[in-house]
């Protein structure tokens, strides 16, 4: 009860052998609270030697409660109770009563239910109950079992509330009847005073999680190395070129036969063999002829797409003759000749021009969606085709036919080099690619407005219905939807609600007789979505919506005009509909692939076309993460959904007034590709992330409000997906303290970074009685990023200031812990820093208010600091015994280990001022798999400045310290890496709870590399006896040896 009252839980979520500290969030000083009033309510003193670690858990707080009360009724019976000890009244005797009170207390200390307050349950790691409410939880707890905090009390083994219970009952003893009555009351008013009751804060969370594995990602444009003109050349190679008529072709030729190739032109009456690309069937027969004729080819280069690009006025930019040219003829030629063409060093690639780099620019040219989509055509041959050299090369110029001869030598030289990336762009003498990085929504512009009427292509069933029905539920938008399924012709018979699938089943064997069983599944099946629909379409209108459904095939124009014509108001339209047959290219029948094509491509068409001289406000589509990467066996899905993204951001260009959003998503959890167990397995097996469908939703929901982006896409950071490398290399991130966004002010940003030992190995090397521990200088490395991330053209870090730990960062129970770190723009060049976390408990709620664990101000400017040098100190002699490392790195002194083993020499000590040699010369994994990552503010050598504070109080005081506060932190140069550092640290002042320090890194010579002005670090306990190392070490002061002695 004590622990409920205190903490805000209720007593039934308080289980016996839950963790006082990992559990429930209790963390050392709310124990000593709760552990006091226990102590008083049973009537026993808090002895001296309390170790409240033992007592971590209920169960134990109260067993240590009835041992305690036990011991005191006897003392009562000799007549020697202590008059000074807190009297208990009519103590309860059943064991089970310490624990009931230890609950009763945390759950008012902390808004939990008692049945969540499982005993073991961690109070910190579990619970969030940090170490000041522990304290809290433990003085309440003793008070009312009536015996007083001991001095020493160590509440870290006091962890759990069985521990917690077991420790109280040891102390205050319970009798058998009654409730504990505390005679030492604590004042209402002083109690309700120190408790912070911790609330769920979730509640519906309509926005996603930024901890979830799925990110939000924005494509970006991003300058990379121009190849060295390659000395291969095309000797014995036989290259296939499809003709344009806009001189391409003719210096392509003269180039290759330059390069000892030999070309073989496809298309019209000059070609070497004639086809008519737009005609598909027919290409489909003739590339079997030309199989005959020239058996064996190393190469296709398919320029025939730029005559639709050329002649776009000519209103052939849409038209199938160019869909058929660009996409359709060029998948059954590739198709064809997979085998021949699947091959090491032969060459299939295309040029295009500002349709598939530089739409993610804002001064790109008129974009050509249908190169995008053979981009993403070509991006699948890429993956399914290893050997094979694929290429899409994307150019920029204002008058592209006057540079003919650049362009073409460019292009080629693309194709014989050996960089890999199948995506290239070029414009202005540079090279480009594309990048992603995670990113947020802006969440301040909304896009919808109440009562909108959204026109929706396939939204009665699966994903886009789940998103309409949050669309509704929010905006009350009124909806017209258009899906090729005619749901009202269905005969009443097979619509009672009351029917089940066997009985379904019955009566369309009783229609279809003679019908082989699979169709009469199929049949079902198609009846039982046409039922859901009608379910969908029910619910949509019991939400208040008006919801028109038409029957309507989108690639039909005529059908999707009479459609769109029969509303005289349509505010936007959301084109979801389309369709996945998943199918290697050599397999992949031609009716598959246009089918896929199609319901994306041409229904976009058919739509802009519908809408073209009407007024609407926004348009979305749904497009796929294979647009970006490619993937094995979805050429036509991920040629269609490249498509439909370039459309938009054409659209865009031709109605910037209008806002146009292109949702790529991952493979979505339950629905689409993850309903079939083999495809789900295959893809879990290479590592996909699912998307959770109520994820999904939410991350739909918060672009929303977002205009600022008009391509999304939604996916684990799958490395091994992304052959360009878009993703970045992980071992070379620019912040590899930050990871998610997750909000962005007009003065800042804050970002998420998940703490877990597997990716995080360097919390191996710095822990506390195996808690892994986040080090102090990683905590200013943090900051610097997340302040570096907002400097601009400022990129030099030159000063922190103001910096201080209130509350440190431990991973209990080696659990992950997430980190909010944000910065905010002060000044010119200066940014305030904060790092703070929000405990949720083991079922995810997240309780209680934020913390606040390092804060700091950061200063970037454009030049480092002006040099600064020094006369190095006279070194006076100083020695010790045994070896260096086992005298300094011992877990009960400086517990840093592996990475963290950087003093390599102690030069002088003169009880005031220690002078060491430190070197980060470790060749151990800073994260997984990332030995030398980039950082802003050298942790490692900062981290070893900071242990000689620690060192020199172990040669003097024999007291453990920990960092605690900097009034200046300034960087003169940059450090490295295996290379020696003096680290003069001078001890200033001693206070009652910190020590006070001044430390430079310097080099030999005295030039300054890194200045520390007035270090606090904050004192913990003596070491033991058998843990301390004064008598270890000699050193000369005053011209004298003496031994160190404790000041």
Same mark, same amino acid.
């Given at each position: 009860?004590?622990?409920?009252?205190?903490?805000?839980?209720?007593?039934?979520?308080?289980?016996?052998?839950?963790?006082?500290?990992?559990?429930?969030?209790?963390?050392?000083?709310?124990?000593?609270?709760?552990?006091? #009033?226990?102590?008083?309510?049973?009537?026993?003193?808090?002895?001296?030697?309390?170790?409240?670690?033992?007592?971590?858990?209920?169960?134990?707080?109260?067993?240590?409660?009835? *041992?305690?009360?036990?011991?005191?009724?006897?003392?009562?019976?000799?007549?020697?109770?202590?008059?000074? +000890?807190?009297? +208990?009244?009519?103590?309860?005797?059943?064991?089970?009563?310490?624990?009931?009170?230890?609950?009763?207390?945390? +759950?008012?200390?902390?808004?939990?239910?008692?049945?969540?307050?499982?005993?073991?349950?961690?109070?910190?790691?579990?619970?969030?109950?940090?170490?000041?409410?522990?304290?809290?939880?433990?003085?309440?707890?003793?008070?009312?079992?009536?015996?007083?905090?001991?001095?020493?009390?160590?509440?870290?083994?006091?962890?759990?509330?069985?521990?917690?219970?077991?420790?109280?009952?040891?102390?205050?003893?319970?009798?058998?009847?009654?409730?504990?009555?505390?005679?030492?009351?604590?004042?209402?008013?002083?109690?309700?005073?120190?408790?912070?009751?911790?609330?769920?804060?979730?509640?519906?969370?309509?926005?996603?999680?930024?901890?979830?594995?799925?990110?939000?990602?924005?494509?970006?444009?991003?300058?990379?190395?121009?190849?060295?003109?390659?000395?291969?050349?095309?000797?014995?190679?036989?290259?296939?070129?499809?003709?344009?008529?806009?001189?391409?072709?003719?210096?392509?030729?003269? @180039?290759? @036969?330059?390069?000892?190739?030999?070309?073989?032109?496809?298309?019209?009456?000059?070609?070497?063999?004639?086809?008519?690309?737009?005609?598909?069937?027919?290409?489909?027969?003739?590339?079997?002829?030309? #199989?005959?004729?020239?058996?064996?080819?190393?190469?296709?280069?398919?320029?025939?797409?730029?005559?639709?690009?050329?002649?776009?006025?000519?209103?052939?930019?849409?038209?199938?003759?160019?869909?058929?040219?660009?996409?359709?003829?060029?998948?059954?030629?590739?198709?064809?000749?997979?085998?021949?063409?699947?091959?090491?060093?032969?060459?299939?690639?295309?040029?295009?021009?500002?349709?598939?780099?530089?739409?993610?620019? !804002?001064?790109?040219?008129?974009?050509?969606?249908?190169?995008?989509?053979?981009?993403?055509?070509?991006?699948?041959?890429?993956?399914? /085709?290893?050997?094979?050299?694929?290429? $899409?090369?994307?150019?920029?110029?204002?008058?592209?036919? @006057?540079?003919?001869?650049?362009?073409?030598?460019?292009?080629?030289?693309?194709?014989?080099?050996?960089?890999?990336?199948?995506?290239?762009?070029?414009?202005?003498?540079?090279?480009?690619?594309?990048?992603?990085?995670? *990113?947020?929504?802006?969440?301040?512009?909304?896009?919808?407005?109440?009562?909108?009427?959204?026109?929706?292509?396939?939204?009665?069933?699966?994903?886009?219905?789940?998103?309409?029905?949050?669309?509704?539920?929010?905006?009350?938008?009124?909806?017209?939807?258009?899906?090729?399924?005619?749901?009202?012709?269905?005969?009443?018979?097979?619509?009672?609600?009351?029917?089940?699938?066997?009985?379904?089943?019955?009566?369309?064997?009783?229609?279809?007789?003679?019908?082989?069983?699979?169709?009469?599944?199929?049949?079902?099946?198609?009846?039982?979505?046409?039922?859901?629909?009608?379910?969908?379409?029910?619910?949509? !209108?019991?939400?208040?919506?008006?919801?028109?459904?038409?029957? $309507?095939?989108?690639?039909?124009?005529?059908?999707?005009?009479?459609?769109?014509?029969?509303?005289?108001?349509?505010?936007?339209?959301?084109?979801?509909?389309?369709?996945?047959?998943?199918?290697?290219?050599?397999? #992949?029948?031609?009716?598959?692939?246009?089918?896929?094509?199609?319901?994306?491509?041409?229904?976009?068409?058919?739509?802009?076309?519908?809408?073209?001289?009407?007024?609407?406000?926004?348009?979305?589509?749904?497009?796929? $993460?294979?647009?970006?990467?490619?993937?094995?066996?979805?050429?036509?899905?991920?040629?269609?959904?490249?498509?439909?993204?370039?459309?938009?951001?054409?659209?865009?260009?031709?109605?910037?007034?209008?806002?146009?959003?292109?949702?790529?998503?991952?493979?979505?959890?339950?629905?689409? /590709?993850?309903?079939?167990?083999?495809?789900?397995?295959?893809?879990?097996?290479?590592?996909?992330?699912?998307?959770?469908?109520?994820?999904?939703? #939410?991350?739909?929901?918060?672009?929303?409000?977002?205009?600022?982006?008009?391509?999304?896409?939604?996916?684990?950071?799958?490395?091994?997906?992304?052959?360009?490398?878009?993703?970045?290399?992980?071992?070379?991130?620019?912040?590899?303290?930050?990871?998610?966004?997750?909000?962005?002010?007009?003065?800042?940003?804050?970002?998420?970074?998940?703490?877990?030992?597997?990716?995080?190995?360097?919390?191996?090397?710095?822990?506390?009685?195996?808690?892994?521990?986040?080090?102090?200088?990683?905590?200013?490395?943090?900051?610097? !990023?997340?302040?570096?991330?907002?400097?601009?053209?400022?990129?030099?870090?030159?000063?922190?200031?103001?910096?201080?730990?209130?509350?440190?960062?431990?991973?209990?129970?080696?659990?992950?812990? !997430?980190?909010?770190?944000?910065?905010?723009?002060?000044?010119?060049?200066?940014?305030?820093?904060?790092?703070?976390?929000?405990?949720?408990?083991?079922?995810?709620?997240?309780?209680?208010?934020?913390?606040?664990?390092?804060?700091?101000?950061?200063?970037?400017?454009?030049?480092?600091?002006?040099?600064?040098?020094?006369?190095?100190?006279?070194?006076?002699?100083?020695?010790?015994?045994?070896?260096?490392?086992?005298?300094?790195?011992?877990?009960?002194?400086?517990?840093?280990?592996?990475?963290?083993?950087?003093?390599?020499?102690?030069?002088?000590?003169?009880?005031?001022?220690?002078?060491?040699?430190?070197?980060?010369? *470790?060749?151990?994994?800073?994260?997984?798999?990332?030995?030398?990552?980039?950082? $802003?503010?050298?942790?490692?050598?900062?981290?070893? /400045?900071?242990?000689?504070?620690?060192?020199?109080?172990?040669?003097?005081?024999?007291?453990?310290?920990?960092?605690?506060?900097?009034?200046?932190?300034?960087?003169?140069?940059?450090?490295?890496?295996?290379?020696?550092?003096?680290?003069?640290?001078?001890?200033?002042?001693?206070?009652?709870?910190?020590?006070?320090?001044?430390?430079?890194?310097?080099?030999? @010579?005295?030039?300054?590399?890194?200045?520390?002005?007035?270090?606090?670090?904050?004192?913990?306990?003596?070491?033991?006896?058998?843990?301390?190392?004064?008598?270890?070490?000699?050193?000369?002061?005053?011209?004298?040896?003496?031994?160190?002695?404790?000041?």
């Amino acid at each position: 009860s004590i622990i409920a009252e205190q903490t805000g839980y209720t007593a039934d979520m308080l289980e016996d052998d839950l963790d006082l500290e990992a559990d429930l969030g209790i963390d050392t000083v709310k124990q000593v609270e709760i552990f006091a #009033k226990v102590s008083a309510r049973f009537g026993f003193k808090v002895p001296d030697d309390l170790k409240l670690r033992d007592l971590n858990t209920i169960a134990k707080l109260s067993d240590y409660v009835q *041992s305690k009360t036990d011991g005191l009724v006897e003392n009562d019976k000799q007549g020697n109770r202590s008059e000074s +000890a807190p009297v +208990a009244e009519d103590l309860p005797t059943q064991g089970e009563d310490a624990k009931v009170t230890v609950k009763e207390v945390i +759950a008012e200390q902390t808004g939990y239910t008692a049945d969540m307050l499982e005993d073991d349950l961690d109070l910190e790691a579990d619970l969030g109950i940090d170490t000041v409410k522990q304290v809290e939880i433990f003085a309440k707890v003793s008070s009312r079992f009536g015996f007083s905090v001991p001095d020493d009390l160590k509440l870290r083994d006091l962890n759990t509330i069985a521990k917690l219970s077991d420790y109280v009952q040891s102390r205050a003893g319970v009798s058998s009847t009654s409730q504990t009555k505390e005679a030492t009351s604590v004042e209402a008013d002083e109690v309700s005073g120190r408790i912070d009751i911790i609330d769920p804060l979730n509640g519906d969370d309509e926005f996603p999680d930024p901890v979830s594995p799925i990110k939000r990602l924005v494509v970006r444009l991003k300058e990379s190395d121009i190849p060295e003109l390659s000395k291969k050349d095309f000797k014995g190679k036989k290259i296939i070129v499809s003709l344009d008529s806009h001189g391409f072709v003719e210096k392509i030729i003269e @180039k290759i @036969k330059m390069k000892k190739g030999e070309v073989i032109t496809i298309g019209g009456k000059d070609a070497d063999f004639k086809f008519d690309l737009t005609d598909v069937a027919a290409t489909e027969k003739r590339v079997e002829e030309f #199989k005959e004729t020239y058996p064996q080819v190393n190469g296709f280069i398919h320029l025939a797409p730029l005559d639709f690009y050329f002649d776009r006025k000519d209103s052939k930019e849409d038209s199938d003759e160019s869909l058929n040219t660009t996409i359709k003829s060029f998948f059954v030629m590739i198709k064809s000749l997979f085998e021949t063409l699947d091959k090491k060093e032969n060459i299939i690639g295309t040029i295009t021009f500002d349709s598939v780099v530089f739409p993610y620019q !804002e001064d790109c040219g008129d974009i050509h969606p249908l190169f995008a989509g053979l981009a993403g055509l070509l991006k699948t041959v890429n993956k399914e /085709m290893p050997d094979t050299r694929v290429k $899409v090369v994307d150019f920029s110029y204002k008058q592209p036919k @006057k540079s003919i001869e650049r362009i073409t030598e460019l292009f080629l030289n693309e194709l014989l080099c050996d960089n890999t990336r199948c995506e290239v762009g070029y414009k202005n003498k540079k090279r480009y690619g594309l990048s992603m990085k995670t *990113s947020i929504a802006d969440r301040t512009q909304q896009i919808i407005s109440p009562k909108d009427t959204l026109l929706v292509t396939g939204g009665a069933g699966g994903i886009t219905y789940e998103i309409i029905k949050k669309m509704v539920e929010k905006y009350k938008v009124n909806l017209i939807i258009l899906d090729i399924n005619d749901i009202y012709s269905t005969d009443q018979k097979y619509l009672d609600k009351t029917s089940t699938q066997a009985e379904l089943m019955g009566l369309l064997k009783e229609d279809m007789p003679g019908v082989k069983p699979i169709e009469i599944k199929r049949a079902l099946d198609r009846l039982m979505r046409v039922r859901l629909s009608l379910e969908n379409i029910e619910y949509l !209108e019991s939400l208040g919506a008006s919801v028109e459904y038409n029957c $309507v095939d989108v690639t039909d124009f005529k059908a999707v005009r009479k459609a769109v014509d029969k509303y005289d108001k349509i505010d936007g339209v959301f084109h979801a509909a389309g369709m996945e047959m998943s199918q290697f290219i050599p397999k #992949k029948e031609l009716w598959s692939f246009e089918l896929v094509v199609d319901v994306k491509v041409k229904g976009m068409q058919n739509l802009l076309a519908a809408f073209k001289d009407r007024k609407y406000k926004y348009f979305f589509t749904f497009s796929s $993460v294979t647009a970006r990467f490619g993937n094995e066996g979805q050429v036509d899905y991920t040629s269609a959904n490249d498509f439909l993204g370039k459309t938009l951001f054409r659209q865009k260009q031709l109605h910037p007034e209008r806002t146009y959003k292109v949702y790529a998503w991952t493979a979505w959890g339950g629905v689409g /590709m993850a309903t079939n167990p083999t495809v789900k397995k295959v893809l879990e097996e290479r590592g996909i992330q699912f998307l959770p469908m109520e994820q999904g939703v #939410k991350f739909f929901m918060a672009d929303l409000l977002d205009k600022t982006e008009s391509e999304m896409v939604f996916s684990g950071l799958d490395y091994s997906f992304d052959k360009d490398g878009l993703l970045g290399d992980p071992g070379d991130m620019a912040f590899p303290f930050l990871d998610t966004p997750i909000e962005k002010t007009p003065a800042g940003m804050t970002y998420s970074r998940v703490l877990d030992v597997e990716r995080d190995v360097f919390l191996h090397d710095h822990t506390m009685e195996d808690v892994p521990l986040f080090l102090g200088a990683t905590g200013i490395e943090t900051m610097a !990023e997340v302040a570096r991330s907002l400097s601009e053209d400022k990129a030099h870090f030159v000063e922190l200031t103001h910096f201080q730990i209130p509350y440190g960062i431990k991973l209990l129970k080696g659990r992950p812990k !997430e980190l909010l770190i944000s910065g905010d723009h002060e000044e010119d060049g200066v940014f305030k820093c904060r790092i703070t976390s929000q405990f949720k408990n083991p079922k995810g709620l997240v309780m209680g208010e934020p913390k606040l664990h390092y804060e700091g101000q950061y200063r970037f400017a454009q030049k480092p600091l002006k040099p600064k040098k020094i006369k190095l100190p006279q070194f006076n002699r100083v020695s010790f015994e045994g070896d260096l490392e086992t005298l300094v790195y011992n877990p009960k002194r400086l517990f840093m280990f592996g990475l963290f083993n950087t003093i390599t020499d102690i030069n002088s000590f003169d009880g005031k001022t220690l002078i060491t040699t430190i070197e980060d010369k *470790s060749k151990k994994e800073f994260f997984k798999g990332v030995k030398e990552p980039r950082f $802003v503010a050298a942790p490692i050598l900062v981290d070893a /400045m900071f242990q000689t504070g620690g060192l020199l109080e172990f040669f003097t005081t024999s007291r453990t310290v920990l960092p605690f506060k900097i009034k200046s932190l300034k960087f003169y140069k940059d450090v490295e890496r295996n290379r020696e550092y003096f680290c003069i640290t001078k001890k200033i002042t001693s206070g009652i709870e910190t020590n006070t320090y001044d430390l430079k890194l310097t080099d030999k @010579k005295g030039n300054v590399f890194i200045e520390v002005s007035r270090f606090e670090m904050v004192k913990l306990n003596q070491l033991d006896p058998e843990d301390r190392i004064v008598d270890r070490v000699d050193f000369t002061f005053s011209n004298k040896k003496q031994g160190a002695k404790v000041k």
